[in-house]
């Protein structure tokens, strides 16, 4: 059963080498686990949606969009409700009732199913609030890095493992066709064990400490912070930036590179067309935006970030017109390390903006505010996954063109010629992205680079974001 701690002071260095350090780790590393299962769960339908047409269930474009779509925005509203016991128990739902899918499922069921994995989604916010208060000041950023990474990770290895699970048993020859045998339900029962590990080890291992309860009274003082709200859509284009990508991009590059994929099966069908080396290089850049804000600042990080989605989002544009996989994938690889580095960055910056806001208040108490730093990363967590929703939104909506087409097409070869026509169909997506990227770089210099102090309460913080 878990401990409560009472006298926590991190940033005692007496306190912190001779027993910090060492919980602080434990808690760490536990919390790593925790996530890791819930967002391998909660990304399980970015591979059963491109399965589904192998079990007879055939939908159109903007209908898989939404089953991608639905368990990012249910686990975004849940980040802020849930915490580490509960989801691990939670996400036992969405793993089994993927063992009922087949080709008489209506979509109706399809989308209540998937509805039910973001409950793999919705520990984050807890996770890293906790976290952050069991380290000091200096490693917070390093610290938040890792236990985001951990979790980050369980979306490529979902989309790497799952679709080898799901034809253990069908034979090699088979597995080479378009259409071959999958076993769905293998996606949900695998992630079982692992499911009931992280609930016990979270309930038996896991410390709480007294100070880091973000109540009620700690949301209500962060919400009416400016800070939090510009933090919020700053973290939209990070983090809903790569989670909207992993979610989606399976599924952009089955419909955009279909002759791709034709001319090379073992891609198509064992790595799901390489959506998961994205999600890998956002995981694995976290901790190391997360390093480089501890030195030379979140807010420069940050902005450094923003500009580089922004221009190889223009790449990306160029591979779709030139109709080049190599140069839209290379391009999308880059996106993903600069939305990692700025999931890091950006969380840096809430506990050093509130540390600051803190210092300045003789009225509260630090602790105070690090409990509305706590909160604002719950809810900074909450909003930024919601903006994955929107990225997937804006793909679907740009998809319906073609939708349009394809019902009016009656034979085979019509369709095929109308997809070939429609490769650049997610373009008008993209452009709105790049718009979104160069937006979100203008206000985070306005509020936090920038040198010169205005009047306003944001701006004045530049140096504790810097």
Request: glycine share 10%; with cysteine; proline share 4%.
């Amino acid at each position: 059963m878990r401990t409560w701690i009472d006298d926590w002071t991190p940033e005692d260095p007496d306190f912190w080498e001779r027993k910090g350090r060492r919980i602080a780790r434990r808690n760490l590393w536990l919390s790593v686990f925790a996530e890791h299962v819930g967002f391998s769960v909660w990304v399980l339908w970015t591979i059963v949606v491109i399965n589904l047409g192998n079990v007879g269930i055939t939908l159109s474009l903007p209908e898989q969009f939404w089953l991608t779509a639905v368990p990012n925005l249910i686990g975004s509203a849940l980040r802020i409700l849930l915490f580490i016991p509960c989801l691990a128990l939670a996400v036992v739902v969405p793993s089994g009732w993927l063992a009922g899918l087949n080709h008489d499922t209506q979509f109706a069921v399809l989308l209540a199913c998937a509805a039910t994995a973001g409950f793999g989604g919705g520990n984050f916010s807890s996770s890293m609030a906790n976290i952050s208060f069991f380290f000091p000041e200096g490693r917070q950023g390093a610290a938040l890095g890792i236990n985001a990474a951990g979790g980050n990770l369980g979306v490529a290895v979902a989309q790497l493992l799952v679709p080898l699970v799901i034809i253990i048993g069908v034979p090699a020859a088979a597995v080479k066709l378009p259409v071959h045998e999958v076993h769905l339900a293998y996606a949900g029962l695998m992630w079982m064990p692992f499911i009931v590990a992280a609930a016990f080890c979270a309930w038996r291992y896991m410390d709480s400490i007294s100070d880091a309860k973000a109540d009620t009274a700690s949301y209500t003082k962060a919400l009416r912070h400016g800070q939090t709200w510009v933090m919020s859509l700053l973290y939209i284009g990070t983090f809903g930036s790569f989670i909207g990508y992993a979610f989606a991009l399976p599924l952009v590059i089955k419909n955009t590179f279909p002759e791709f994929l034709a001319g090379h099966p073992f891609i198509a069908t064992y790595l799901a067309g390489l959506g998961f080396v994205g999600a890998l290089v956002g995981s694995l850049a976290r901790p190391l935006g997360g390093w480089l804000s501890d030195r030379v600042g979140g807010a420069r990080v940050t902005l450094a970030c923003f500009a580089g989605m922004g221009a190889f989002t223009a790449l990306a544009i160029a591979g779709v017109n030139r109709h080049s996989f190599a140069l839209f994938f290379a391009a999308y690889m880059v996106i993903f390390l600069f939305s990692g580095m700025g999931n890091g960055s950006t969380y840096r910056m809430i506990p050093a903006i509130f540390a600051e806001l803190g210092r300045r208040d003789a009225n509260a108490t630090l602790v105070d505010y690090k409990r509305r730093a706590a909160a604002a990363i719950g809810i900074c967590g909450a909003v930024g996954a919601f903006g994955g929703f929107l990225i997937q939104v804006a793909f679907r909506q740009a998809s319906l063109s073609t939708v349009v087409e394809m019902k009016a097409a009656t034979l085979p070869a019509q369709k095929a010629a109308i997809a070939h026509a429609h490769a650049g169909w997610s373009i008008p997506a993209l452009w709105v992205f790049l718009g979104a990227y160069v937006a979100l770089g203008a206000l985070t210099w306005f509020c936090y680079v920038r040198r010169s102090v205005a009047t306003t309460r944001i701006p004045s913080l530049a140096s504790a974001a810097v």
